[in-house]
Each structure stands twice: as structure tokens, then as C-alpha cells.
């Protein structure tokens, strides 16, 4: 556990293509998919809170902050909330997604491990050649950067502010789940990925 790396969820996703409501409050192999994310974050940082707007009552049976962002900018805006959160208490914020279930669970280790020697740099997950910019670690000394990088975009995308910084991809394996090869950043947008979860699910116990 890395005590002075503080995690975030960023569970803001709506399911759209799921009928509506908290994509992440939907069930997954007999608990919720924010559960889940929540058990395979937990041994890594040294706290956690949640990143979502709307009602912060629904999430707390999680018994974790739930951190609104005021900026209106996707995922950057609770990147941003989060460090503001964070920095008092800690040098780094883990981000990862609230819809993706199967992520690393040495994804704290590794990041912070590609980073060492550079504190202003941002480690960022790579698997089969695709960047995942939400799942990084991002120094809280770049609250402010951010902050002035939102107030002048009209485009909010988590890797232009990732690749205008010094940053590093750290690459993940697939995985073998039953012979079969999964993505850890697998993440759930429709009722057949939600499917597909529930059998990873079954096969991983």
C-alpha cells in the first residue's frame, strides 16, 4: 500500500446504453461493479474517494468522500477535485475508472515505480497498445496547471493534458481467464459487457 497516494474513482458514467442511472451501481457477481472496483483499489492507496455529482446520498453505503467537481468538464474536472482533495494529505492521486472492474492490482505499484525520480511526472496505463489516460497517476502538484488548462479548452480530453506534461506509459499483460484472453481494462458500457463481465466474474473465483 502506498500510504502517501491517495485513490479516486471516477464514477460520474451514466448508463446510457443501459437503460440510465449509475452505470457503476449496477450488479456484478453478486455485489456492484463500484464494489468491485472498490475491493481491487483499496490494498493500493493509503485512502480513497469517490468523483461523482448528483446526490452523494445514493453512495453512502460505500462509507468513502464522495468529491462533486464543479467545472462541467468530463473526467479532467473530477481529476481536478480529486487533487484538491487530495494534496493536503497526499503527494500523488491514483485515478481509475468506476466501470472497470479488472484492473491491476499492482496498477499503484507499477505506475509509482515508473515515476520515481521525476515528482512532476504523470505515469499512465498502456495494455496491448492502447493508452488508458483515467487510469494514472497524477503528481497534486499539477492542481493548478489544470485548473488553468481547463479554464481555456473547449475540448476536455484527459490525453491532451496528459501529453502536453512529461508523463510515461507503464504497460500492463493481458489476461488468462479461463483461456481466454482479457483486457484488465475491460470496462462495462452495454448489457452484453455486463454479461461478459459476470462470466470473467465466475471464471476468476
Do not use: Y
Not at 500500500?1 to 451514466?14: K, N, P, T, W, Y
Not at 477535485?81 to 493536503?88: D, H, I, L, S, T
Not at 485515478?95 to 472492474?101: C, I, K, M
Not at 481494462?185 to 463481465?197: C, R, V
Amino acid at each position: 500500500m502506498q500510504e502517501d497516494i491517495a485513490g479516486l474513482i471516477l464514477s460520474g458514467g451514466r448508463a446510457t446504453r443501459m437503460g440510465g442511472g449509475d452505470k457503476t451501481l449496477r450488479p456484478l457477481g453478486g455485489r456492484t461493479i463500484l464494489s468491485q472496483v472498490i475491493s481491487r483499489l483499496a490494498p493500493q492507496t493509503g485512502r480513497m474517494a469517490i468523483s461523482a455529482n448528483g446526490d452523494p446520498a445514493r453512495l453512502a453505503g460505500f462509507g468513502l468522500p464522495v468529491i462533486a467537481d464543479t467545472a462541467g468538464a468530463g473526467p479532467l474536472a473530477g481529476i481536478l477535485a480529486g487533487m484538491e482533495w487530495a494534496r493536503p494529505v497526499a503527494s500523488h492521486i491514483l485515478t481509475v475508472a468506476g466501470d472497470t472492474p479488472f484492473f491491476p492490482a499492482n496498477l499503484c505499484e507499477k505506475l509509482d515505480a515508473a515515476r520515481k525520480g521525476e515528482a512532476g511526472r504523470i505515469a499512465v496505463a498502456c495494455s496491448d497498445g492502447e493508452q488508458h489516460p483515467t487510469f494514472a497517476l497524477w503528481p497534486v502538484t499539477l492542481h493548478d496547471e489544470l485548473l488553468v488548462f481547463l479554464g481555456g479548452q473547449h475540448k476536455f480530453r484527459v490525453r491532451a493534458f496528459i501529453e502536453s506534461h512529461d508523463f510515461v506509459e507503464v504497460d500492463f499483460p493481458m489476461l488468462d481467464v479461463a483461456e481466454k484472453i482479457v483486457d484488465p481494462f475491460f470496462n462495462i458500457n452495454t448489457p452484453g459487457e455486463l454479461q461478459e463481465a459476470e462470466a470473467i466474474v465466475r471464471a476468476m473465483i
